[in-house]
């Protein structure tokens, strides 16, 4: 997915819920799909590399446009992605990562 295509899908959830609320809704999509991955049904990248990700160009997004919103969802999905990451290491669903935090 491209940048201005991520920026027009969750900018406007995060506006209209809040931070919460979107970080609810964000962890309930990624619930989703871990079920799809249990299944065998799950195409793509698995739901933390993907918010990790979309937090990468949430940063490129604050660092043209300077909108302190886009930097406090990048934060949003960062803590997203480590709890989804937390999850899937207990479910024995992945390995061990370097991006992500392992002591806690």
């Given at each position: 997915?491209?940048?201005?295509?991520?920026?027009?899908?969750?900018?406007?959830?995060?506006?209209?819920?809040?931070?919460?609320?979107?970080?609810?809704?964000?962890?309930?999509?990624?619930?989703?799909e871990l079920i799809?991955?249990?299944?065998?049904?799950?195409?793509?990248?698995?739901?933390?590399?993907?918010?990790?990700?979309?937090?990468?160009?949430?940063?490129?997004?604050?660092?043209?446009?300077?909108?302190?919103?886009?930097?406090?969802?990048?934060?949003?999905?960062?803590?997203?992605?480590?709890?989804?990451?937390?999850?899937?290491?207990?479910?024995?669903?992945?390995?061990?990562?370097?991006?992500?935090?392992?002591?806690?």
């Amino acid at each position: 997915m491209s940048i201005d295509s991520i920026k027009q899908e969750y900018f406007p959830k995060y506006i209209a819920n809040g931070e919460q609320k979107f970080y609810k809704s964000i962890l309930l999509l990624a619930l989703q799909e871990l079920i799809l991955i249990q299944k065998g049904s799950f195409k793509g990248n698995p739901p933390h590399i993907k918010y990790l990700d979309f937090y990468d160009m949430f940063i490129v997004l604050y660092r043209r446009e300077g909108n302190e919103s886009y930097i406090k969802i990048a934060k949003i999905l960062r803590r997203a992605a480590h709890k989804i990451y937390r999850v899937m290491l207990k479910k024995n669903m992945t390995k061990k990562n370097i991006r992500f935090l392992n002591l806690i």
